[in-house]
């Protein structure tokens, strides 16, 4: 089985805006070969931020059924459930590193499902944080900024 990977949510939310074809595009592919192989993993932080995301911040947002259509999808994926233990272990991941507690959630997920990647566009490509390596999986397309 090939190594895990956790999908922050921008890449969730790319997959499903129009707005730039390219990343769209780039998540899906991430998204649809980590389900295939049963690599991907998401957090109940995830779905959540996703929900909140493409039904309010998106140009053309979902209606609320067709974002739970969406979620229930990606729940096929490992998802980590937040628990005191992980919020205790994203305020050291905190303040160690000086991120946001809720980057630093991610992580502690990520690091808690045995991921080696983090898929996001929000923390330094290449950055490790412990076993847990950043990838911005948009830096080298034609249209990332």
Same mark, same amino acid.
């Given at each position: 089985?090939?190594?895990?990977?956790?999908?922050?949510?921008?890449?969730?939310?790319?997959?499903?805006?129009?707005?730039?074809?390219?990343?769209?595009?780039?998540?899906?592919?991430?998204?649809?070969?980590?389900?295939?192989?049963?690599?991907?993993?998401?957090?109940?932080?995830?779905?959540? !931020?996703?929900?909140?995301?493409?039904?309010?911040?998106?140009?053309?947002?979902? $209606? =609320?059924?067709? #974002?739970?259509?969406?979620? /229930?999808?990606?729940?096929?994926?490992?998802?980590?459930?937040?628990?005191?233990?992980?919020?205790?272990?994203?305020?050291?991941?905190? !303040?160690?590193?000086?991120?946001?507690?809720?980057?630093?959630?991610?992580?502690? $997920? =990520?690091?808690? #499902?045995?991921?080696?990647? /983090?898929?996001?566009?929000?923390?330094?490509?290449?950055?490790?944080?412990?076993?847990?390596?950043?990838?911005?999986?948009?830096?080298?397309?034609?249209?990332?900024?």
């Amino acid at each position: 089985m090939p190594d895990k990977v956790f999908f922050d949510t921008n890449v969730l939310v790319y997959a499903h805006d129009s707005s730039s074809s390219i990343k769209k595009n780039a998540s899906q592919e991430l998204i649809f070969r980590s389900m295939r192989d049963g690599s991907g993993v998401i957090s109940s932080q995830v779905l959540s !931020e996703f929900f909140v995301t493409v039904t309010k911040k998106t140009a053309k947002p979902l $209606s =609320a059924a067709q #974002a739970r259509k969406e979620i /229930l999808l990606l729940s096929n994926m490992e998802t980590v459930d937040i628990d005191p233990t992980l919020v205790v272990r994203a305020i050291e991941i905190h !303040e160690k590193w000086q991120l946001s507690y809720w980057d630093s959630l991610i992580l502690s $997920s =990520a690091e808690r #499902a045995g991921c080696s990647t /983090l898929y996001s566009e929000d923390l330094s490509d290449g950055q490790s944080y412990g076993a847990v390596t950043v990838r911005n999986p948009y830096r080298q397309l034609p249209d990332a900024s």
